[in-house]
């Protein structure tokens, strides 16, 4: 690493070598240099660390600059020419129309005047009112004095109660906006005027997992990933009542899960019970507890380069820079064939140039031998481990060159479950394990139904009718979960 055209590297390495031929320097003082050595050099590993080379994200760099990445353009701000933008549009039927007639006094006088139309400009605004329906079921009387009462609907039970779009639009705000309930809770008070309690809109969440369950969802969208040619895992941890817990994820184009769990590995894997039954390609980052099952497996190559910057930028390694360029150029030459995936011969010599770029790498970067005695095993470098990894699973890092269904990346997977961190950090965790599995459902559902086109408050509101979209009720009547 280089720090003000300093590099820390060779310094350290510098200092090392002198030290171990200084003979008249004290064991504390040695033993105190020694250690101040090793707290550099961690710290020089960790200020070069960033978005780019590691796992850190982007809002953790320093000074990082926001906006377009295309560092050469010359174009301003804003849409470009034969950009096809949003704008408001007149409608054909305002809800009111205000006439606007001239001063006559203004005009000149001496001349007759007659009515030529009118020039029509639009203002729009919004106002959300509360409406309460009141549902009067007749009473008739006989002559014994017996009462008949009309049937009230099935979903009017109580004297007064809160209608499906409430509960989907405080479902919405909490799930997919990811809004506190407090504040939602504010919200419906000032605006609307309607009074109503966080528990409640707990309760709507949950109402909303549970209809989700009982017409069908959860089981068909656990069907539809684990019978796909292709599923993204992914993991992330959540906090659920002050303790640390996991929640899992997978999807694919079409379909979302997520299920919270305790564990992280295969058990929590075995108890969702997706995975262990999958027979596909899963896209994933090499998380180990995945390759105890036996499909295919494509690594996510997003993760490599991140690895690679890191390896070259660090650690000087110059196979990896080498091998960061030419996984960029495979994936650029892989997108633009027809098929989406190289010929038989040309996937040959990309593995061939691949395998070069690691030969160079094992002179470069050599493994640690473990000393003569030791039956440890000896710890490798981040570098030498990510050679390894390159070496040892070459299938599942290249399998996007010679499949035109895997991506090159696991982007789908971490960018479906990249909103649940939002989650955390505006609202801090959650209270119980109930209530993340709830959450879990709809969220599930809300990015299925976005998938696949469906607005969520549309989605939502016809969940409160016990009604599912046609995309997802088809398969339900196609092909119902066994």
């Not at 790498?361 to 050599?366: A, I, Q, R």
Request: aromatic share 8%; hydrophobic share 35%.
């Amino acid at each position: 690493m280089i720090l003000k055209d300093i590099d820390i590297n060779s310094s350290l390495e510098k200092v090392k070598s002198l030290l171990k031929k200084e003979k008249k320097i004290s064991p504390a003082l040695k033993a105190a240099i020694e250690m101040l050595l090793l707290i550099i050099t961690l710290l020089s590993n960790r200020l070069g660390l960033n978005s780019s080379n590691s796992s850190k994200p982007p809002s953790s760099d320093p000074n990082r600059k926001k906006g377009t990445n295309n560092k050469n353009s010359t174009n301003k701000p804003g849409g470009q020419k034969g950009h096809k933008g949003t704008t408001l549009e007149p409608v054909s039927d305002p809800d009111k129309i205000q006439d606007l007639s001239i001063d006559r006094r203004k005009l000149p006088r001496g001349k007759d005047y007659t009515q030529d139309g009118y020039l029509a400009r639009q203002v729009v605004n919004i106002k959300i009112s509360r409406i309460v329906t009141e549902y009067r079921a007749e009473i008739l009387v006989d002559e014994q004095g017996n009462q008949y009462m009309a049937d009230f609907p099935d979903h009017i039970t109580r004297p007064i109660q809160y209608g499906a779009s409430i509960k989907a639009t405080t479902t919405y705000a909490s799930t997919y906006q990811l809004i506190p309930y407090d504040r939602i809770q504010e919200q419906l008070n000032d605006e609307y005027g309607i009074p109503i309690s966080t528990g409640s809109i707990y309760n709507f969440n949950a109402e909303a997992a549970d209809n989700l369950v009982r017409l069908g969802f959860a089981a068909l969208v656990k069907k539809q990933l684990i019978n796909s040619s292709v599923a993204h895992a992914d993991e992330t941890s959540i906090n659920i009542n002050g303790k640390r817990m996991w929640l899992h994820n997978l999807s694919n184009e079409d379909w979302t899960w997520f299920e919270p769990h305790a564990k992280r590995g295969s058990e929590a894997m075995n108890a969702i019970g997706m995975i262990p039954y999958f027979s596909g390609v899963l896209c994933h980052d090499h998380w180990k507890p995945y390759y105890i099952y036996e499909c295919d497996h494509s690594l996510c190559n997003a993760h490599h380069l991140r690895e690679l910057t890191r390896a070259y930028e660090q650690d000087g390694q110059k196979w990896a820079e080498e091998m960061e360029l030419f996984l960029l150029a495979l994936n650029d030459e892989v997108n633009a064939t027809k098929k989406g995936a190289l010929s038989k011969n040309k996937a040959q010599i990309r593995r061939e140039e691949y395998r070069a770029i690691l030969e160079k790498g094992n002179l470069e970067c050599p493994a640690v031998k473990p000393k003569p005695g030791k039956k440890r095993k000896p710890k490798q470098t981040k570098a030498r481990n990510l050679l390894d990894r390159l070496i040892d699973f070459e299938d599942d890092v290249l399998r996007f060159m010679v499949d035109p269904l895997v991506p090159f990346t696991n982007n789908l997977g971490e960018r479906d479950i990249r909103m649940t961190k939002v989650q955390q950090k505006i609202s801090g965790c959650f209270r119980s394990m109930e209530g993340a599995k709830n959450f879990c459902i709809v969220r599930s559902y809300l990015s299925t139904c976005k998938k696949n086109e469906m607005p969520a408050y549309e989605a939502l509101e016809m969940v409160f009718n016990n009604k599912l979209p046609d995309f997802i009720q088809e398969k339900l009547n196609s092909d119902p979960p066994s």
